[in-house]
């Protein structure tokens, strides 16, 4: 049986990690930008999945170095809320992932986009997903 290659998105805030996700290349993980971790909504992280991700990873500014002030911090909320939602829905709040990243610090973006991408390899593929 081959090897399961899952499909990531990376939700990364324009002023911290997209900066350093923009210097990397990582296979079966596409990058997205948002404006802020404050602009996130619920339907940004649930659509990726509804797209086909197998995981998604949101990615924002270190609390210290937030452009807004607090949008790491409403990120970081909301990823714990989806999480619960997942959870309830079967799919596993193990496929959802929050973690702050500089941007000039790629290798943290790295490192965690990987961590998260060989957990999912893990798990393998939602069970009952609808292939598109």
Known sequence: ???????????CCENSAFL????TNLP??????IPCGAQLEHVHIL???????EGVMVLACLKENCKHSFGNDRAEKKVAYVKGLLKDMGVGED???????AANNEIKYTQAVKEM???LKEMGPIEGKVKK
């Open 1 to 11: 049986m081959a090897e399961h290659s899952p499909s990531m998105v990376t939700l």
């Open 20 to 23: 350093a996700a923009e210097k």
């Open 28 to 33: 079966g993980v596409k990058a997205v930008k």
């Open 47 to 53: 659509r990726a999945f509804n797209q086909g991700a």
């Open 95 to 101: 496929r959802l992932a929050y973690a702050p990243v």
């Open 117 to 119: 991408y060989e957990k």
